[in-house]
Protein backbone atom coordinates (compact mmCIF):
# COMPACT_ATOMS: atom_id res chain seq x y z
CA UNK A 1 0.00 0.00 0.00
CA UNK A 2 2.75 2.10 0.87
CA UNK A 3 4.54 1.91 -2.42
CA UNK A 4 1.71 2.25 -4.26
CA UNK A 5 1.13 5.32 -2.61
CA UNK A 6 4.32 6.38 -3.14
CA UNK A 7 4.24 6.25 -6.91
CA UNK A 8 1.32 8.92 -6.64
CA UNK A 9 2.12 12.62 -7.86
CA UNK A 10 2.02 14.37 -4.72
CA UNK A 11 -0.82 16.47 -5.15
CA UNK A 12 -2.46 13.10 -5.12
CA UNK A 13 -1.06 12.07 -2.14
CA UNK A 14 -1.84 15.02 -0.56
CA UNK A 15 -5.95 15.24 -2.12
CA UNK A 16 -5.91 11.47 -0.53
CA UNK A 17 -4.44 12.49 2.68
CA UNK A 18 -6.81 15.03 3.23
CA UNK A 19 -9.93 12.80 2.07
CA UNK A 20 -8.51 10.35 5.02
CA UNK A 21 -8.70 13.08 7.75
CA UNK A 22 -11.84 14.31 6.10
CA UNK A 23 -13.41 10.80 6.30
CA UNK A 24 -12.33 10.44 10.23
CA UNK A 25 -14.63 13.77 11.07
CA UNK A 26 -17.43 12.21 8.82
CA UNK A 27 -17.38 9.20 11.31
CA UNK A 28 -17.56 11.28 14.43
CA UNK A 29 -20.33 13.04 12.92
CA UNK A 30 -21.90 9.53 12.52
CA UNK A 31 -21.52 8.62 15.80
CA UNK A 32 -24.37 10.83 16.38
CA UNK A 33 -26.91 7.93 15.05
CA UNK A 34 -25.26 5.92 17.52
CA UNK A 35 -25.18 8.04 21.14
CA UNK A 36 -27.22 11.10 22.28
CA UNK A 37 -24.45 12.38 23.14
CA UNK A 38 -21.15 11.96 25.86
CA UNK A 39 -21.04 13.11 28.93
CA UNK A 40 -19.27 16.01 29.59
CA UNK A 41 -16.50 14.75 31.43
CA UNK A 42 -16.01 12.70 28.58
CA UNK A 43 -16.16 15.43 25.76
CA UNK A 44 -13.81 17.86 27.64
CA UNK A 45 -11.60 14.67 27.97
CA UNK A 46 -11.20 14.25 24.46
CA UNK A 47 -10.99 17.85 22.87
CA UNK A 48 -8.18 17.81 25.03
CA UNK A 49 -7.26 15.09 23.38
CA UNK A 50 -7.51 16.65 20.20
CA UNK A 51 -5.81 19.77 21.18
CA UNK A 52 -2.88 17.82 22.67
CA UNK A 53 -2.60 16.14 19.27
CA UNK A 54 -2.20 19.39 17.37
CA UNK A 55 0.26 21.08 19.88
CA UNK A 56 2.75 17.45 19.45
CA UNK A 57 1.93 17.24 15.56
CA UNK A 58 2.79 20.94 15.19
CA UNK A 59 6.33 20.82 16.85
CA UNK A 60 7.46 16.85 15.59
CA UNK A 61 5.86 17.26 12.34
CA UNK A 62 6.30 20.71 11.56
CA UNK A 63 7.88 22.90 13.27
CA UNK A 64 11.26 20.54 13.85
CA UNK A 65 11.70 19.98 10.39
CA UNK A 66 11.42 23.70 9.32
CA UNK A 67 14.36 24.23 11.40
CA UNK A 68 16.48 21.29 10.13
CA UNK A 69 15.52 22.59 6.93
CA UNK A 70 16.89 26.06 7.47
CA UNK A 71 19.93 24.28 8.58
CA UNK A 72 20.30 22.43 5.25
CA UNK A 73 19.84 25.90 3.37
CA UNK A 74 22.44 27.36 5.35
CA UNK A 75 19.80 29.86 6.56
CA UNK A 76 19.75 31.23 10.11
CA UNK A 77 17.90 27.87 11.93
CA UNK A 78 15.46 29.73 13.57
CA UNK A 79 13.94 32.61 11.43
CA UNK A 80 12.04 31.01 8.56
CA UNK A 81 10.24 29.30 11.30
CA UNK A 82 9.69 32.14 13.65
CA UNK A 83 8.14 34.37 11.05
CA UNK A 84 6.08 31.37 9.18
CA UNK A 85 4.83 30.39 12.38
CA UNK A 86 4.04 34.39 13.26
CA UNK A 87 2.09 34.85 9.79
CA UNK A 88 0.40 31.77 10.51
CA UNK A 89 -1.24 32.66 14.12
CA UNK A 90 -2.00 36.37 12.16
CA UNK A 91 -3.98 34.54 8.75
CA UNK A 92 -6.01 32.54 11.05
CA UNK A 93 -6.60 35.87 13.73
CA UNK A 94 -8.24 37.57 10.51
CA UNK A 95 -9.99 34.66 9.45
CA UNK A 96 -11.52 34.19 12.83
CA UNK A 97 -12.64 37.87 13.31
CA UNK A 98 -14.03 38.12 9.38
CA UNK A 99 -15.46 34.96 8.72
CA UNK A 100 -18.75 34.85 11.13
CA UNK A 101 -19.10 31.73 13.30
CA UNK A 102 -20.35 30.43 16.80
CA UNK A 103 -18.31 28.70 19.06
CA UNK A 104 -20.10 25.04 20.47
CA UNK A 105 -21.48 25.79 24.15
CA UNK A 106 -21.16 29.66 23.25
CA UNK A 107 -24.26 32.19 22.32
CA UNK A 108 -22.63 35.14 21.24
CA UNK A 109 -20.93 34.45 17.03
CA UNK A 110 -17.91 35.93 16.53
CA UNK A 111 -17.01 37.80 13.07
CA UNK A 112 -18.76 39.89 10.91
CA UNK A 113 -22.51 40.70 12.20
CA UNK A 114 -24.95 38.32 10.24
CA UNK A 115 -28.65 37.04 10.47
CA UNK A 116 -27.16 33.50 9.59
CA UNK A 117 -28.59 30.29 11.69
CA UNK A 118 -26.86 28.99 14.62
CA UNK A 119 -26.31 25.92 12.97
CA UNK A 120 -24.33 27.58 10.11
CA UNK A 121 -22.26 29.14 12.05
CA UNK A 122 -21.46 26.29 14.38
CA UNK A 123 -20.12 24.05 11.16
CA UNK A 124 -18.42 26.99 9.95
CA UNK A 125 -16.68 27.28 13.40
CA UNK A 126 -15.25 23.62 12.86
CA UNK A 127 -14.50 24.22 9.51
CA UNK A 128 -12.39 27.47 10.51
CA UNK A 129 -10.70 24.46 12.78
CA UNK A 130 -9.90 22.45 9.75
CA UNK A 131 -7.90 24.56 7.58
CA UNK A 132 -4.65 24.68 9.04
CA UNK A 133 -4.99 21.17 9.38
CA UNK A 134 -5.15 20.41 5.48
CA UNK A 135 -2.72 22.75 5.10
CA UNK A 136 -0.59 20.63 7.28
CA UNK A 137 -1.04 17.48 5.55
CA UNK A 138 -0.29 19.70 2.55
CA UNK A 139 2.56 21.40 3.21
CA UNK A 140 4.35 18.26 4.80
CA UNK A 141 3.79 16.20 1.65
CA UNK A 142 4.99 18.69 -0.37
CA UNK A 143 8.00 19.38 1.41
CA UNK A 144 8.59 15.48 0.53
CA UNK A 145 9.63 16.73 -3.51
CA UNK A 146 11.72 19.38 -2.65
CA UNK A 147 15.04 17.39 -1.40
CA UNK A 148 13.86 15.90 1.65
CA UNK A 149 14.80 11.98 2.67
CA UNK A 150 11.91 9.82 1.41
CA UNK A 151 11.09 8.54 4.80
CA UNK A 152 9.57 12.10 5.36
CA UNK A 153 6.13 10.76 3.34
CA UNK A 154 6.12 8.20 6.28
CA UNK A 155 6.17 11.16 8.26
CA UNK A 156 3.78 13.10 6.52
CA UNK A 157 1.45 10.20 6.41
CA UNK A 158 1.75 9.91 10.04
CA UNK A 159 0.80 13.41 10.26
CA UNK A 160 -2.28 13.17 8.70
CA UNK A 161 -3.16 10.04 10.88
CA UNK A 162 -2.55 11.93 13.59
CA UNK A 163 -5.19 15.06 12.80
CA UNK A 164 -7.46 12.26 11.44
CA UNK A 165 -7.54 10.57 14.72
CA UNK A 166 -8.70 13.95 16.64
CA UNK A 167 -10.84 14.88 13.72
CA UNK A 168 -13.38 12.07 15.25
CA UNK A 169 -14.26 14.03 18.06
CA UNK A 170 -14.39 17.25 16.46
CA UNK A 171 -16.48 15.70 14.04
CA UNK A 172 -18.66 14.75 16.77
CA UNK A 173 -19.02 17.38 18.59
CA UNK A 174 -20.44 19.44 16.12
CA UNK A 175 -23.30 17.20 15.46
CA UNK A 176 -23.97 16.74 18.64
CA UNK A 177 -24.09 20.28 18.84
CA UNK A 178 -26.13 20.74 15.77
CA UNK A 179 -28.68 18.06 17.16
CA UNK A 180 -29.13 20.48 19.97
CA UNK A 181 -29.88 23.10 17.67
CA UNK A 182 -32.60 20.55 16.62
CA UNK A 183 -31.43 19.50 13.61
CA UNK A 184 -32.13 15.84 12.58
CA UNK A 185 -29.77 13.11 13.26
CA UNK A 186 -28.98 12.87 9.39
CA UNK A 187 -28.84 16.70 9.03
CA UNK A 188 -26.91 16.83 11.92
CA UNK A 189 -24.10 14.14 10.61
CA UNK A 190 -24.91 15.58 7.17
CA UNK A 191 -23.47 19.39 8.16
CA UNK A 192 -20.84 18.22 10.87
CA UNK A 193 -18.75 16.15 8.16
CA UNK A 194 -19.01 18.67 5.89
CA UNK A 195 -17.14 20.87 8.17
CA UNK A 196 -14.32 18.80 6.96
CA UNK A 197 -14.70 19.29 3.33
CA UNK A 198 -11.86 21.99 3.27
CA UNK A 199 -9.36 19.57 4.52
CA UNK A 200 -8.78 17.76 1.29
CA UNK A 201 -8.98 21.32 -0.84
CA UNK A 202 -6.49 23.16 1.83
CA UNK A 203 -4.15 19.79 1.63
CA UNK A 204 -4.13 19.82 -1.99
CA UNK A 205 -3.59 23.83 -2.04
CA UNK A 206 -1.01 23.47 0.32
CA UNK A 207 0.74 20.84 -1.37
CA UNK A 208 0.94 22.87 -4.43
CA UNK A 209 2.23 25.88 -3.32
CA UNK A 210 4.83 24.19 -1.24
CA UNK A 211 6.18 22.56 -4.43
CA UNK A 212 6.16 25.64 -6.61
CA UNK A 213 8.17 27.62 -3.69
CA UNK A 214 10.89 25.73 -2.28
CA UNK A 215 12.71 28.47 -0.38
CA UNK A 216 9.71 29.09 1.00
CA UNK A 217 9.07 25.87 2.98
CA UNK A 218 10.57 26.45 6.28
CA UNK A 219 8.21 29.43 6.15
CA UNK A 220 5.20 27.41 4.91
CA UNK A 221 6.11 24.84 7.76
CA UNK A 222 6.18 27.38 10.37
CA UNK A 223 3.13 28.65 8.92
CA UNK A 224 0.89 25.82 9.10
CA UNK A 225 2.40 25.03 12.78
CA UNK A 226 1.36 28.24 13.47
CA UNK A 227 -2.00 28.27 12.37
CA UNK A 228 -2.57 24.95 14.48
CA UNK A 229 -1.46 26.21 17.55
CA UNK A 230 -3.73 29.53 17.33
CA UNK A 231 -6.70 27.02 16.99
CA UNK A 232 -5.63 24.88 20.02
CA UNK A 233 -4.83 28.11 21.77
CA UNK A 234 -8.07 30.30 20.45
CA UNK A 235 -10.73 27.54 20.89
CA UNK A 236 -9.98 23.99 21.60
CA UNK A 237 -8.11 24.01 25.04
CA UNK A 238 -10.34 26.90 26.48
CA UNK A 239 -13.59 24.78 24.93
CA UNK A 240 -12.57 22.12 26.57
CA UNK A 241 -11.48 23.69 30.23
CA UNK A 242 -14.89 25.46 30.47
CA UNK A 243 -17.36 23.75 32.00
CA UNK A 244 -14.77 22.79 34.74
CA UNK A 245 -13.53 19.35 34.03
CA UNK A 246 -9.89 21.30 34.15
CA UNK A 247 -7.95 18.22 35.09
CA UNK A 248 -9.62 15.59 33.08
CA UNK A 249 -9.14 17.69 29.74
CA UNK A 250 -5.04 18.35 31.02
CA UNK A 251 -5.05 14.74 31.01
CA UNK A 252 -6.20 14.47 27.76
CA UNK A 253 -4.37 17.09 26.12
CA UNK A 254 -1.11 15.24 27.48
CA UNK A 255 -1.98 11.86 26.47
CA UNK A 256 -2.91 13.46 23.21
CA UNK A 257 0.64 15.14 22.87
CA UNK A 258 2.14 11.66 23.90
CA UNK A 259 0.23 9.73 21.26
CA UNK A 260 1.74 12.13 18.51
CA UNK A 261 4.65 12.08 19.90
CA UNK A 262 5.01 8.28 19.73
CA UNK A 263 3.27 8.11 16.05
CA UNK A 264 5.87 10.44 14.61
CA UNK A 265 9.25 9.20 16.08
CA UNK A 266 8.33 5.29 15.78
CA UNK A 267 7.05 5.50 12.36
CA UNK A 268 7.87 8.70 11.32
CA UNK A 269 11.97 8.54 11.42
Not at 41 to 55: H, Q, S
Not at 73 to 97: C, H, N, Q, Y
Not at 154 to 176: C, D, M, R, T, Y
Request: charged content about 15%; aromatic content about 12%; hydrophobic content about 55%.
Amino acid sequence: MYIFFQNLTPLIQALIAGFFTWMLTAFGAFLVFLRKEFGQKTFDALLGFAGGIMISASFWSLLLPAIELSKEMEMVPWLAPSLGFLIGTMFLRIIDKILPHLHIGFAQAEGFKTSWQRSLLLVLAITLHNIPEGLAVGVAIGATVLNFPKENLIKALVLALGIGIQNIPEGFAVSIALRREKLSRFRSFWYGQLSGIVEPIFAVIGCLATIHMRYLLPYALGFAAGAMIFVVVEEVIPEAQRNGNTDLATLGTILGFILMMILDNAFGI
